[in-house]
């Protein structure tokens, strides 16, 4: 996990340095949306975030999901925990008593 956390810094990094030497303006266009004379610095970083951010809404939806079912199997966990402790007083409540001077089996 970490190295994916070094990963990304470094290709973030790069991204950045990569931004501001390329900072001339330019034009763009998006379907009939148009900003004339932008930098391409802010291009760049804004296309950046916006596919981190992309990028990390189906991580977090997955990563919710887990937590949810992680919480769903530990609840369930001590429901069994607590039947087994039970059971286990049960049997142990209901041996019979030795009767002196017989064998125990």
Same mark, same amino acid.
């Given at each position: 996990?970490?190295?994916g956390? &070094?990963?990304?810094a470094?290709?973030?990094?790069?991204?950045?340095?990569?931004?501001?030497?390329?900072?001339?303006?330019?034009? &763009?266009?998006?379907?009939?949306?148009? &900003?004339?004379?932008?930098?391409?610095?802010?291009?760049?970083? %804004?296309? /950046? &975030?916006?596919?981190?951010?992309?990028?990390? %809404?189906?991580?977090?939806l997955?990563?919710?999901?887990?937590?949810?079912?992680?919480r769903?199997?530990?609840?369930?966990?001590?429901?069994?925990?607590?039947?087994?402790?039970e059971?286990?007083?049960?049997? /142990?409540?209901?041996?019979?008593?030795? %009767?002196?001077?017989?064998?125990?089996?």
């Amino acid at each position: 996990m970490t190295f994916g956390y &070094v990963v990304v810094a470094l290709l973030t990094a790069a991204v950045v340095v990569f931004a501001f030497q390329n900072g001339t303006p330019v034009s &763009v266009r998006f379907l009939t949306w148009t &900003v004339p004379e932008v930098s391409t610095a802010a291009v760049i970083l %804004i296309a /950046l &975030v916006t596919g981190l951010l992309i990028a990390a %809404i189906p991580l977090w939806l997955q990563r919710w999901r887990l937590r949810v079912r992680v919480r769903g199997l530990e609840s369930q966990v001590r429901q069994l925990e607590t039947a087994l402790e039970e059971r286990h007083k049960a049997v /142990l409540s209901a041996r019979p008593t030795p %009767i002196p001077g017989q064998p125990s089996q």
